[in-house]
């Protein structure tokens, strides 16, 4: 049984060692490049994930794309940029701060100001509906100036 699990288990060793995505490159700058821009790109079918990190078939392609244009001799630049003209700013992982991504890039610390504005206003609001003193100091001043109103005719 034990013996049979084990040849089970060094059959499908191969297997395990052709999922690795493994590229040969001319030099180790190229290497570096090839690491730099899969971390830099999205995967544009996951959610939140470079395309080194997905095991999608777009990321493959994307990847190997990349490993393609770099043996050609592109630059990290001419890449980005190619992708870029093709799959939008979404492609970036971490996109610039342009007219189209300004919302992106504002609209959370927008929407916390708006919140601690919120919050702020609802303390006063609760503040003044709960101190009946400064309220209740303004009606007495009223009463006396029409009582006195009235003791004057």
Known sequence: MKRGLLIFCLLLLPLAAHAIDARQF????????????????????????TIADSNAELAADL????????????????IIQFMTDRYGD???YKPP?????GLLWLGPAGFL???LWGVFWVIRQKKAAA???????EKLAKIRRLLDEGDAS
């Open 97 to 101: 701060f342009t007219a189209k991504t």
């Open 26 to 49: 001319a030099d180790p700058k190229q290497q570096e490049a090839y690491d730099t821009l899969t971390a830099q790109l999205r995967c544009l079918v996951c959610q939140n994930q």
């Open 63 to 78: 990847r190997r794309q990349v490993y393609e244009m770099l043996a050609k001799g592109q630059s990290k630049e001419e």
């Open 113 to 115: 100001l708006l919140g």
């Open 131 to 137: 101190d009946p003193a400064s309220g209740q100091a």
């Open 90 to 92: 979404f492609v970036l």
